[in-house]
T-cell receptor
Framework: SQKIEQNSEALNIQEGKTATLTCNYTNYSPAYLQWYRQDPGRGPVFLLLIRENEKEKRKERLKVTFDTTLKQSLFHITASQPADSATYLCAPNSGGGADGLTFGKGTHLIIQP | DAGVIQSPRHEVTEMGQEVTLRCKPISGHDYLFWYRQTMMRGLELLIYFNNNVPIDDSGMPEDRFSAKMPNASFSTLKIQPSEPRDSAVYFC???FGTGYGYTFGSGTRLTVV
């Protein structure tokens, strides 16, 4: 069955450092993968989408990589700030033409001042 | 645009009662998704619509759940009868289509007692 794995434990990073979050998936052949941010009590917010033919994508301090051989995506936040503290969700599309995204359970990131 | 609008924000109901959750997607978005989020299971896709037509309802847990989209600007998710295990946060999201990010509403926190 299809499975998405993200670090279940909280990730503590010191302010100013680079935070790296991992998303591994199995039994998927996604054409693209999305990353979202979710704050407590709010809905997820779309951050980035990376397609299977793209190795890397950047947006301001965010960088996403996508390795279809390893079945893995890495999400980096450089020069991290306490305001970056949130839960980050990855969502590979399920492939086969299906449109509804399946989300990982997310990694809780804490940036400590 | 005001974003995806969901109502009510909170709903407390007694077991056995009917519950109706409402969603107004972003104008121009062709896709509408209903998700449920719990700590144990994360975000689960319940059903999605394309141009007001239900495409995939395989995530709807039971016949007690039903969803409609009578026009491009309104959708409902109904639970009848409700049970305590239905307690969760229900999110509605809309999108331009495959390969685009989703815009989520603020969610409806449902508590069934």
């Amino acid at each position: 069955s299809q499975k998405i794995e993200q670090n279940s434990e909280a990730l503590n990073i010191q302010e100013g450092k680079t935070a790296t979050l991992t998303c591994n998936y199995t039994n998927y052949s996604p054409a693209y993968l999305q990353w979202y941010r979710q704050d407590p009590g709010r809905g997820p917010v779309f951050l980035l989408l990376i397609r299977e033919n793209e190795k890397e994508k950047r947006k301001e301090r965010l960088k996403v990589t996508f390795d279809t051989t390893l079945k893995q995506s890495l999400f980096h936040i450089t020069a991290s700030q306490p305001a970056d503290s949130a839960t980050y969700l990855c969502a590979p599309n399920s492939g086969g033409g299906a449109d509804g995204l399946t989300f990982g359970k997310g990694t809780h990131l804490i940036i400590q001042p | 645009d005001a974003g995806v609008i969901q109502s009510p924000r909170h709903e407390v109901t007694e077991m056995g009662q009917e519950v109706t959750l409402r969603c107004k997607p972003i104008s121009g978005h062709d896709y509408l998704f209903w998700y449920r989020q719990t700590m144990m299971r994360g975000l689960e896709l319940l059903i999605y619509f394309n141009n007001n037509v239900p495409i995939d309802d395989s995530g709807m847990p039971e016949d007690r759940f039903s969803a409609k989209m009578p026009n491009a600007s309104f959708s409902t998710l109904k639970i009848q009868p409700s049970e305590p295990r239905d307690s969760a946060v229900y999110f509605c999201a809309s999108s331009f289509g495959t390969g685009y990010g989703y815009t989520f509403g603020s969610g409806t926190r449902l508590t069934v007692v």
